[in-house]
């Protein structure tokens, strides 16, 4: 008689029952009755009875589904699961693949596994940090007391396709929180053992290559053998991964130049150094110890520095005469970035520090010349494209533009969001002598925007959210996150749009920023990075009963529950001690700026 008892049924048979090899045994007999779960397919609308305990793997097998890539993850009543996953009651499955983003999560991050793994492997007392998202891929520090080569780059690559090529199975293992600590402490893993202590959760997943452990936030797949492609290339001081691309699945994401972008991610490096604040453990062991304000002030006031600085810049540019070298003055400072990077803050904070160097700011937002919403152009699907620029009323922006750089007074648009109107505010304006045009909005740096103006009168500036924190060495904070819980709370609180319907537009969002937003960033003049160190753990806790309210019968519930699961991770912080004049008071609320 099998004495092979399964804990997790209890809850789903009789308390004298227990499975045995798929069949019930009850009191001590066998049945020859097997225990079965329904479960209903998505991909192609269909239910099946399959074994209990199946793995999402067996079931993908008994399905017969045929996917153009294969399923590295799945959707389980809208909430993401690896293909370990066994099924004990009926479930709705929706298989993943690399084109979606919670299957290229689990690609990438499983990438991250066997690149740890093969840098253990080569250099076991190396240090490996997975760090910026940069150039469609990820810089890697990889730290061992010597500048990185050629050579061991190439070691690397090669260490790790053995790992793919040797089609190892990646172990997934549930064990007690103290007994994890325990063991990344014998490791010297010190970011997981701060990040671990910090949670306060009983118990905690690992994963296993071989003889090498490691912790990853979310699924993975189940064996090297499905990374089916990847890169590693020498990139700065460091290295970079690269990972097909999402539209192109066969292919290598193209890497871009984006030298401004990483040089920002670098600055802020540096200031979390002098803080000794590089991950979330870091974080919340300050918040912790009571040093929530000094964290808040000095994020502060670095931000506010460097955007004296910009300042200072621009009046540089904007006082000097015409007559020298035939350069004519900056008369308009373009304020561009993705959505919910913190624009127009930026542009209300710069224009304070514009006035400080005797320059007169005039505000304009793009924000104010979208069309009346059915004049909008619309995506395939159907959908308003509100990121297409030519939402945008170019004609009226135009016009006002030439007449406010020839002296003239312009009424500027109002756009109403609740009704989709676009109406005149009654606001009039005009330049004077030593007046800038501050102009802020997504499509600020589009170069048919502003065709008619010579360059050189225009200043740009690109302002993005660029998360520089990460959980742990091996798992980063994506910078997308950030901006989408802005933009859940913002549009809450200010658009009355609920959680659910934000995280449904979020990717037409991204969508239309790679279009028309990304690809003209590295032309700014200057970038300026909207995050702040402490800024998750004050977002938790607005963010966190909006996505509470999203119900697990609709598709959103998958986003909604791992930014759920992401936030918790950080302690949180009472908004209490930012100050009015923070940029994150443009989507808490409380902000001395008028928006």
Same mark, same amino acid.
């Given at each position: 008689?099998?004495?092979?008892?399964?804990?997790?049924?209890?809850?789903?048979?009789?308390?004298?029952?227990?499975?045995?090899?798929?069949?019930?045994?009850?009191?001590?007999?066998?049945?020859?009755?097997?225990?079965?779960?329904?479960?209903?397919?998505?991909?192609?609308?269909?239910?099946?009875?399959?074994?209990?305990?199946?793995?999402?793997?067996?079931?993908?097998?008994?399905?017969?589904?045929?996917?153009?890539?294969?399923?590295?993850? %799945?959707?389980?009543?809208?909430?993401? *699961?690896?293909?370990?996953?066994? +099924?004990? @009651?009926?479930? /709705?499955?929706?298989? !993943?693949?690399?084109?979606?983003?919670?299957?290229?999560?689990?690609?990438?991050?499983?990438?991250?596994?066997?690149?740890?793994?093969?840098?253990?492997?080569?250099?076991?007392?190396?240090?490996?940090?997975?760090?910026?998202?940069?150039?469609?891929?990820?810089?890697?520090?990889?730290?061992?007391?010597?500048?990185?080569?050629?050579?061991?780059?190439?070691?690397?690559?090669?260490?790790?396709?053995?790992?793919?090529?040797?089609?190892?199975?990646?172990?997934?293992?549930?064990?007690?929180?103290?007994?994890?600590?325990?063991?990344?402490?014998?490791?010297?893993?010190?970011?997981?053992?701060?990040?671990?202590?910090?949670?306060?959760?009983?118990?905690?997943?690992?994963?296993?290559?071989?003889?090498?452990?490691?912790?990853?936030?979310? %699924?993975?797949?189940?064996?090297?053998? *499905?990374?089916?492609?990847?890169? +590693?290339? @020498?990139?700065? /001081?460091?290295?970079? !991964?690269?990972?097909?691309?999402?539209?192109?699945?066969?292919?290598?994401?193209?890497?871009?130049?984006?030298?401004?972008?990483?040089?920002?991610?670098?600055?802020?490096?540096?200031?979390?150094?002098?803080?000794?604040?590089?991950?979330?453990?870091?974080?919340?062991?300050?918040?912790?110890?009571?040093?929530?304000?000094?964290?808040?002030?000095?994020?502060?006031?670095?931000?506010?520095?460097?955007?004296?600085?910009?300042?200072?810049?621009?009046?540089?540019?904007?006082?000097?005469?015409?007559?020298?070298?035939?350069?004519?003055?900056?008369?308009?400072?373009?304020?561009?970035?993705?959505?919910?990077?913190?624009?127009?803050?930026?542009?209300?904070?710069?224009?304070?520090?514009?006035?400080?160097?005797?320059?007169?700011?005039?505000?304009?937002?793009?924000?104010?010349?979208?069309?009346?919403?059915?004049?909008?152009?619309?995506?395939?699907?159907?959908?308003?494209?509100?990121?297409?620029?030519?939402?945008?009323?170019?004609?009226?922006?135009?016009?006002?533009?030439?007449?406010?750089?020839?002296?003239?007074?312009?009424?500027?648009?109002?756009?109403?969001?609740?009704?989709?109107?676009?109406?005149?505010?009654?606001?009039?304006?005009?330049?004077?002598?030593?007046?800038?045009?501050?102009?802020?909005?997504?499509?600020?740096?589009?170069?048919?925007?502003?065709?008619?103006?010579?360059?050189?009168?225009?200043?740009?500036?690109?302002?993005?959210?660029?998360?520089?924190?990460?959980?742990?060495?091996?798992?980063?904070?994506?910078?997308?996150?950030?901006?989408?819980?802005?933009?859940?709370?913002?549009?809450?609180?200010?658009?009355?749009?609920?959680?659910?319907?934000?995280?449904?537009?979020?990717?037409?969002?991204?969508?239309?920023?790679?279009?028309?937003?990304?690809?003209?960033?590295?032309?700014?003049?200057?970038?300026?990075?909207?995050?702040?160190?402490?800024?998750?753990?004050?977002?938790?806790?607005?963010?966190?009963?909006?996505?509470?309210?999203?119900?697990?019968?609709?598709?959103?519930?998958?986003?909604?529950?791992?930014?759920?699961?992401?936030?918790?991770?950080?302690?949180?912080?009472?908004?209490?001690?930012?100050?009015?004049?923070?940029?994150?008071?443009?989507?808490?609320?409380?902000?001395?700026?008028?928006?």
């Amino acid at each position: 008689m099998c004495r092979v008892f399964l804990l997790v049924m209890l809850a789903e048979s009789d308390e004298n029952d227990y499975l045995c090899k798929n069949k019930i045994v009850t009191n001590g007999k066998a049945c020859c009755m097997e225990q079965k779960v329904r479960i209903r397919c998505i991909n192609n609308d269909s239910t099946l009875e399959v074994p209990m305990g199946s793995t999402l793997e067996d079931v993908y097998q008994l399905l017969g589904l045929e996917m153009e890539n294969p399923p590295v993850a %799945a959707w389980v009543n809208n909430k993401v *699961q690896g293909m370990h996953y066994r +099924l004990y @009651k009926p479930k /709705d499955l929706h298989f !993943l693949d690399v084109t979606s983003a919670s299957g290229l999560r689990t690609y990438t991050r499983s990438l991250f596994f066997v690149l740890c793994k093969a840098a253990h492997d080569l250099w076991p007392h190396c240090r490996l940090s997975i760090d910026i998202p940069v150039s469609n891929g990820y810089f890697v520090d990889l730290l061992f007391g010597r500048p990185v080569t050629l050579d061991d780059v190439g070691q690397l690559r090669r260490r790790m396709q053995e790992i793919i090529d040797a089609d190892l199975p990646i172990r997934r293992y549930e064990v007690l929180t103290s007994d994890a600590i325990t063991m990344f402490e014998e490791k010297g893993s010190v970011s997981k053992v701060k990040l671990l202590r910090s949670q306060g959760s009983l118990y905690t997943t690992y994963y296993s290559l071989d003889d090498y452990q490691d912790y990853y936030y979310g %699924a993975m797949l189940t064996r090297t053998s *499905q990374l089916y492609l990847f890169g +590693l290339e @020498k990139y700065d /001081d460091g290295l970079l !991964l690269r990972l097909p691309s999402r539209e192109h699945p066969k292919e290598l994401g193209e890497m871009v130049t984006q030298e401004k972008m990483f040089s920002i991610f670098k600055e802020h490096h540096r200031w979390q150094d002098i803080l000794g604040l590089r991950t979330v453990g870091d974080m919340n062991e300050m918040i912790d110890k009571g040093y929530s304000s000094q964290l808040i002030q000095v994020s502060e006031a670095l931000q506010e520095k460097k955007i004296s600085q910009i300042a200072d810049d621009i009046a540089r540019r904007a006082t000097r005469h015409s007559h020298i070298g035939g350069v004519k003055p900056v008369r308009m400072v373009l304020i561009a970035g993705p959505s919910s990077s913190g624009k127009t803050t930026t542009c209300k904070r710069l224009s304070v520090q514009l006035s400080v160097n005797s320059i007169k700011p005039v505000i304009i937002s793009l924000d104010d010349y979208f069309v009346d919403r059915e004049k909008t152009p619309r995506e395939a699907s159907g959908d308003y494209d509100f990121e297409h620029l030519h939402a945008l009323n170019l004609e009226l922006f135009n016009e006002q533009l030439n007449a406010l750089f020839r002296g003239e007074e312009v009424e500027l648009p109002r756009y109403d969001f609740p009704t989709g109107r676009s109406m005149m505010s009654g606001k009039k304006l005009h330049l004077d002598e030593n007046s800038v045009l501050v102009v802020e909005g997504i499509h600020a740096l589009n170069p048919e925007l502003t065709a008619q103006i010579p360059p050189e009168c225009i200043y740009s500036v690109y302002a993005s959210a660029l998360t520089t924190l990460l959980l742990d060495n091996h798992n980063y904070v994506p910078t997308t996150d950030n901006r989408l819980l802005r933009r859940i709370i913002r549009d809450y609180k200010y658009r009355g749009v609920s959680a659910v319907e934000t995280i449904r537009r979020w990717p037409s969002v991204r969508k239309g920023e790679n279009r028309w937003i990304f690809p003209y960033q590295e032309h700014a003049d200057q970038m300026f990075n909207t995050a702040m160190l402490f800024e998750l753990a004050v977002i938790r806790g607005q963010a966190e009963p909006l996505l509470e309210q999203v119900p697990e019968n609709c598709v959103e519930y998958a986003e909604a529950y791992r930014l759920l699961k992401f936030l918790r991770y950080f302690h949180p912080i009472p908004d209490d001690n930012i100050p009015p004049t923070s940029l994150l008071r443009e989507f808490l609320g409380g902000s001395s700026f008028k928006y």
